[in-house]
Nanobody
């Protein structure tokens, strides 16, 4: 499956932004999905994951209570709603699919594949 993230931009601290990740195939609906981000000079880190049905979700502690992940399988799209943005949320955001041989609950980037091009989120006044 090919993935393309979009929706990034410049936002002030405390603001909100919605990201989308569009998949190229209908098989997307069978895949658990994840969001990651990579800040300048730092390693890529896990943000959130959502099961194929949308019924199970988990977040990194750093975004819990501020970010919401969801999906619409009819549109082959997963979303990341970001509220209360902080300067430390500045990063390139990526979506990826959990590899079918990996366990639900992982936060390791190597357990995810089909990485698409990311979208840049900049939080600054």
């Amino acid at each position: 499956v090919q993935l393309q993230a979009s929706g990034g931009g410049l936002v002030q601290p405390g603001g909100s932004l919605s990201l989308s990740c569009a998949a190229s195939e209908h098989t997307f609906s069978n895949r658990h999905m994840g969001w990651f981000r990579q800040a300048p000079g730092k390693e890529r880190e896990f943000v959130a994951a959502i099961s194929w049905s949308g019924g199970r979700i988990y977040y990194a502690d750093s975004v819990k209570g501020r970010f919401t992940v969801s999906r619409d399988n009819a549109k082959n799209t997963v979303y990341l709603e970001m509220n209360g943005l902080k300067p430390e949320d500045t990063a390139i955001y990526y979506c990826a699919a959990l590899r079918e041989t990996r366990n639900w609950g992982t936060t390791l980037q190597d357990d995810f594949g089909s990485w698409g091009q990311g979208t840049l989120v900049t939080v600054s006044s």
